[in-house]
């Protein structure tokens, strides 16, 4: 068993996934991406523990209820994504948990999106105890998103969120198509720690959808 792993998390896992399902322990990007290319319903994937800098993860396919694709950490908190780092989940059951976000940057908008794609949104997919830790741009006045959800039915729970220097929204929700609306996701039990005074709009903690969506 892993430790400081949720048991709730190993819980869900021992159940949900079948004896077949793929184990993939990976050590690098590389490994990573031949890796995520064979995803199918029930498999898991593991990163070594480490710094893992300058990666940008992708992660889809289609999961089920009882089967979902698993990407965590081979301990909790032991993960740590640095530099230009980001998470972006598209398909359907995908859960991710056990990730650190610090000394670093998205080089993109975002840190975490619940898209792969503008075409691959995530449904049904799951964030848990994952932390970003002033994972901020080096220019405050540089906007991003930490958290984005896009999609339906996805849920970003029991995660630390602490330290945003620049300008954006700790987590939005977009609502901007007939695809992200009638959501029904799940925003519970994160932490949302300080951040400095923006002194300017686009500094909120949570926001839902714009003043046009």
């Known amino acids: 068993m892993r430790s400081g792993f949720s048991l709730a998390i190993i819980s869900v ?3 949900t996934t079948p004896a077949q399902a793929e184990h993939y322990f990976v050590k690098n990007q590389a490994e990573y991406a031949i890796a995520e290319k064979k995803l199918v319903a029930g498999d898991i ?5 480490g710094v ?14 009882s089967k979902p694709i698993t990407l965590i950490s081979e301990d909790a908190g032991k993960v740590i994504l640095s530099g230009q780092s980001n998470l972006r989940i ?24 619940f898209r ?10 799951r964030v848990t105890e994952v932390v970003i830790d002033g994972f901020s741009k080096p220019d405050r006045y540089d ?20 330290g ?23 925003i519970d039990h994160n932490y949302f720690g300080p951040r400095p005074v923006l002194g300017s709009n686009g500094g909120e903690t949570l926001r ?5 969506y």
Request: aromatic share 8%.
């Open 52 to 65: 893992w800098r300058d990666f940008e993860i992708k992660i889809s396919g289609k999961g089920t209820k």
């Open 90 to 113: 598209g398909g359907e059951y995908i859960l991710v948990t056990g990730l650190v976000f610090r000394d670093g940057y998205s080089p993109t908008g975002e840190v975490i999106s």
């Open 164 to 186: 945003k220097t620049n300008k954006g929204v700790t987590v939005a929700v977009r609502l901007y198509s007939k695809d992200n609306r009638e959501n029904h996701h799940r």
């Open 143 to 162: 906007s991003d998103h930490w958290v984005v959800i896009y999609g339906k039915k996805n849920r970003f729970d029991h995660n630390h969120l602490v």
């Open 13 to 15: 896992i021992a159940t």
């Open 116 to 125: 792969r794609s503008t075409k691959e949104l995530a449904r049904n997919s």
């Open 208 to 212: 839902i959808g714009t003043s046009k």
């Open 45 to 49: 994937i593991i990163l070594a523990n």
